[in-house]
């Protein structure tokens, strides 16, 4: 190496700059220190000798130890971006959140706000060009210049490169922890959420105390399932942050824990009181009701509200004026809440009209009767699936309240397979082979496995919209059970005109829409009753709430289970439900909200209209 032999003949206080640099680079960070410790003593007004001095100190997990050195690189070079996200990636690790914003987004080139930053993480990450990023100052063998670009492509959304970048840098590196945090964060967002345990566990392994660090972990122990972890770790993390007791009410609802969910949803409010999001959380409790003061107080904060903020109190408002008699004004609400979140996120309708046709055209009596016997033959998964605010949560209610079946509530599982196995899909499943088709029954089996931590024989997967890839179930797992429910067109329809969702649903924000996409999955499953007649239960939410027994006794035998009193006695469980009807879910059926549309239905005209001859039923 040039390095070591400049420092061999002529060790120069430079030479042995550059030698500790580039062994700390390639991970030989005992050498490196060995180095730069005594020039730090030494040079004290050489940024960069603090700066690599730093940087091997928290690239051997020393990350309070490393924070003096950084703090003094970016004092002498208050220019350096580099430098500066390196401090606030060691700030944020030691619970100083607000110090580490503060020196990240400094108005100099190269931060996480620089636009230009955003470019070369883009060109390093799509296509391996480094150029953009030297102009900048960095270099891919610099794990804080690393760190800096996955933070930039975190923001633009290039979330399965950036956990590429990160895997590659912490393996010549493995104890640099804000590399690991990132790691943790993105594997959380790819629902990764075994690898996020895992990671963020290493971090909070060298800074147990950190509170942002224990938040992360109580997020990603919500997304595997665990609320009763989830709740240990927001307890202890809560602090002053109003984004962490919002995250700590959601915990606590999944609990069954309501009073003490409102309870950290009004802490939240009182550290931040134009937080408009947990007034939707409020609203989202479905059986709590708004005071006359937090109506005042949602509506002053309206005008001067940002779009996101405006979207969420016109939905909590609309709440609000319908628990309170005035349907007009909770119409008004609901409509201008709707018209915000579509213009941001629009319904293809074309679009979702030919992935109907095609998985019609692709899953013909023909392809299943070819595929007998092709896919994994377990027997485990019930698949609940349908639109919606259809009463999916109720029917897993039940189930789970059986002593042989786990709720797993949503999973995001069945769709990843299913749009990794072929593109286009479905189109291309008719090319996968035997193998490849139990292969992916084997896959979907595989990463749900973690989540069943009951160790029950059989568990649901409720996602609704595993509706689109009922086809692929019955290929994959010919021996699962898949059960349909279907509530009222117009109520389902209505009910979740009234519903924000956190992403995805775009047809919900327009009653058209609403009315094109429920006829669409009507067509879908109508053609799946045809081509695989009795395969899968269509439940009816109105006849399960008048007999329920009869019902409930129907849906058990077609699971394969033995009928169990506990079923009907679903509201007494005391398992966490994540989902928006958690509230309803724990009290016995009842009739009252059947027809609550019909106080709305003189402006239900295009979603009545879109329906068609499904409306005829309501």
Known sequence: ??????????????????????????????????????????????????????????????????????????????????????????????????EAAAVQTRAVPGTVTDPRLAAAAAAWLHQGNTAPLAA???????????????????????????????????????????ARYALALCFHRLDRSEDALAAINTVLAAVPETAVLRALRATIQMQRGDVAAAIADYAAAVGTDAAVWHSFGHALRAAGRRDEAVAAYRRA?????????????LANLKTWRFTDADRAKMAALLPDAEDDDRTSLHFALGKADDDGGEPAASFAHYAAGNAAR???????????????????????????????????PASDPVFVVGMPRSGSTLVEQILASHPLVDGLSELPDLPRIAHRLAAPYPDRLTGLTASAIARAGRDYLDRTQ??????????????????????????????????????????TCFSLFKQLFARGQ????????????????????????????????????????????????????????????????????IRPVRTASSEQVRQPIYRGGLDDWRRYERWLGPLIEALGPLASSS
């Open 1 to 98: 190496m040039a390095a070591r032999r400049a420092v061999a003949t002529t060790p120069t206080v430079e030479a042995r700059f550059v030698l500790g640099a580039a062994l700390r680079r390639t991970g030989a960070l005992d050498r490196a220190r060995a180095i730069l410790t005594p020039l730090a003593t030494s040079l004290r007004g050489s940024w960069g000798v603090h700066y690599e001095h730093g940087m091997t100190l928290a690239g051997m997990g020393q990350i309070v130890a490393a924070l003096t050195a950084l703090e003094t690189a970016v004092r002498l070079n208050p220019g350096s971006s580099l430098a500066a996200h390196a401090l606030g990636d060691a700030l944020l690790l030691v619970d100083r959140a607000a």
């Open 136 to 178: 900048l100052g960095l270099h891919p063998s610099d794990i804080a210049a690393v760190c800096l670009v996955a933070d930039a492509g975190l923001r633009s959304g290039m979330v399965d490169a950036v956990a590429a970048m990160l895997t590659a840098a912490l393996a010549v590196t493995p104890s640099y922890l804000p």
């Open 269 to 281: 409010l009182a550290l931040r009181p134009a937080y408009a999001e947990v007034y939707w959380s």
């Open 342 to 376: 579509s213009s941001a996120s629009r319904y293809d309708r074309s679009a979702h009209e030919d992935f109907i046709s095609r998985s019609i055209d692709t899953f013909t009596a023909d392809f299943f009767a070819a595929r007998v016997g092709c896919g994994n």
């Open 450 to 491: 973690p989540r069943r931590t009951l160790g029950r024989t059989r568990f649901v997967d409720k996602f609704p919209g595993n509706f689109l890839h009922a086809g692929l179930i019955h290929f994959a797992l010919p021996n699962a059970t898949i059960v349909d429910v279907r509530r009222d067109p117009v109520a």
């Open 506 to 573: 775009a047809y919900s924000y327009g009653l058209a829409d609403l009315g094109h996409y429920y006829r669409s999955y009507v067509t879908l499953m109508d053609h799946f009753a045809a081509v695989l007649p009795g395969r899968v239960l269509t439940l009816s939410y109105e006849t399960l709430v008048d007999d329920a027994e009869a019902e409930t006794r129907r849906l058990l035998a077609h699971t394969g289970l033995a009928f169990d009193p506990a079923c009907l006695h679903f509201y007494t469980s």
